[in-house]
């Protein structure tokens, strides 16, 4: 009985383990092919998958011309999942992204029109320059993964990414996005211009794709399921913490809201701290890092790999900080310089 109990087990684990080397072969593909077309954004691609395994939502922010838009559309067309464009302006209102009810005469009756926030996979372009109405209705979008108009409540879909553009350059007519919101942003992720290698690779794939577009032929593409992509957050959430990580990681985020008790100057720097929300993001995405990279467990490498972009936008300067230059990634290097190692 005891021996065919065993069996059992170990039977089910060879088979769980052969699934979730399938997921990571189906991920590996996934970021390669991602990388094939998004060229010289390599953080950006991984921030994007772990945004999705961490179940979170992604602030990504940097000049005009960087393949942010491609990127979340990219990632939209290999999945079985919807995608919704919307560009926030000034003038937009709640009911252009929730939707809203609509009056049937013949009917007599109003009858819901969903509107774009209702896709699977959102990109939230400028998202600043949308005034504060648009935002708290993105706001319960993002943390409640629903839509309240008039008196009813719809639910979102399951699989729910939001991927939120900003535009540091320029600031007029823009919005910035109050603590609230940016604190429902899994990572808030800063990209830059490419080197000169990816730049010149860039320029031949454009050049392919301008020659390709003049004799357009049907293409197919494997698409990854939304099955598989909860399958692999469940995989990510059975990896193995030590207990010495979990509470290193704690650590960090507990230092921004008690940092006196390791350095006064940076005490001198903080505003507030980060959230038990930030805890829990910083977490999550650590160990979708170290899923996606092959491994069962997470190490601190993982932890210090996904800290800046957890914690930039959790973690507010003081106003001495900001008249010395900081900010919150500074702050954050900070944190982890003085917070030791387990």
């Known amino acids: 009985m005891h021996a065919g109990h065993s069996e059992n087990s170990e039977t089910g684990m060879d088979v769980k383990q052969a699934e979730t080397g399938d997921l990571h072969r189906q991920f590996n593909t996934l970021r390669e092919a991602l990388a094939g077309e998004i060229v010289g954004q390599a953080g950006l691609i991984d921030r994007l998958l772990i945004a999705l395994l961490a179940d979170g939502h992604l602030l990504v922010e940097g000049p005009p011309g960087l393949a942010k ?54 990109l939230a372009d400028e998202i600043n320059r949308a005034p504060a109405k648009v935002q708290s209705a993105l706001l319960e979008a993002m943390g409640e993964r629903q839509v309240t108009v008039g008196r009813r409540t719809y639910p979102l879909p399951s699989l729910f990414l939001v991927m939120a553009t900003q535009n540091p350059i320029e600031q007029e007519g823009t919005f910035p996005l109050p603590q609230a919101q940016l604190d429902r942003f899994i990572m808030h992720v800063r990209i830059g211009y490419p080197q000169v290698e990816a730049e010149t690779e860039i320029l031949r794939l454009a050049r392919t794709r301008a020659r390709d577009a003049l004799v357009p032929s049907p293409k197919t593409q494997e698409k990854l399921s939304q099955a598989q992509v909860f399958a692999a957050r469940r995989a990510v959430l059975d990896l193995h913490v030590a207990p010495a990580l979990e509470r290193y990681l704690v650590e960090v985020v507990l230092a921004s809201r008690e940092p006196a008790k390791y350095d006064a100057a940076l005490a001198r720097r903080i505003a507030w701290g980060a959230s038990p929300r930030g805890t ?25 790999n996904v800290a800046h972009d957890v914690l930039r936008h959790r973690v507010l300067p003081s106003y001495e900080a900001i008249a010395d230059g900081w900010d919150g990634g500074r702050i954050v290097d900070e944190l982890l310089r003085l917070v030791p190692l387990p």
């Open 69 to 122: 838009t491609s990127a979340v559309r990219a990632l939209a067309s290999r999945l079985d999942a919807d995608f919704a464009r919307m560009q926030f302006t000034p003038d937009l209102l709640p009911a252009d992204l929730t939707g809203t009810d609509v009056w049937r005469p013949q009917e007599s009756r109003f009858e819901f029109q969903p509107g774009p926030v209702f896709h699977e996979i959102v």
């Open 280 to 304: 829990i993001a910083l977490e999550r995405c650590a160990r979708a890092r170290a899923w996606l990279e092959g491994r069962d467990f997470v190490t601190p490498d993982d932890v210090r």
